[in-house]
């Protein structure tokens, strides 16, 4: 006796499926936006409680967050030596944290340019801690 033979059936193309992710991301982003994004306002107010932790956590994450994305944006790692672990070179990172740094120095950079840039605060915190970090640690370039 002969083995059956299974069919493999696709229910939605690759490319349908892409389709039909983005339309439904993009259906839900103006509702979704309005309740996810932290504005600089927010942030501000979250920094000056005397409990301090939601502005110290939000401005790691996004921190950690841009320096994820600078690496991820970089051009692939090389291997200089067979065998050896991959080294990733070219990396241009948006800031530069000196070394020693706390995160209530980090907390105070954000939380002084957020003061200083008030008719900014109606943006993103994200952006506006993005923006904090670039002004007050630029990294020096060779």
């Known amino acids: 006796m002969k083995p059956r033979?299974?069919?493999k059936y696709r229910i939605v193309s690759p490319?349908?499926?892409i389709l039909i992710t983005l339309l439904a991301g993009v259906a839900v982003l103006p509702h979704a936006r309005a309740q996810t994004?932290?504005?600089g306002t927010s942030l501000l107010a979250e920094c000056q409680r005397e409990n301090d932790m939601v502005c110290i956590g939000y401005v790691l994450g996004v921190a950690d967050a841009i320096?994820?994305?600078d690496r991820l944006a970089a051009p692939?790692?090389?291997?200089?030596v067979p065998g050896s672990i991959?080294?990733?070179r070219d990396v241009k990172l948006s800031y530069c944290l000196p070394e020693g740094l706390g995160m209530s120095d980090l907390k105070a950079s954000v939380v002084k340019f957020l003061t200083d840039n008030t008719?900014?605060?109606r943006r993103t915190a994200s952006s506006l801690v993005r923006g904090a970090l670039?002004?007050?640690y630029p990294c020096k370039r060779e």
């Open 5 to 7: 033979e299974t069919k």
């Open 15 to 17: 490319w349908m499926a």
């Open 37 to 39: 994004f932290l504005d």
């Open 67 to 69: 320096l994820t994305t």
């Open 76 to 80: 692939p790692a090389r291997r200089d």
């Open 86 to 88: 991959a080294v990733q």
């Open 119 to 121: 008719a900014q605060l």
């Open 134 to 136: 670039v002004a007050e």
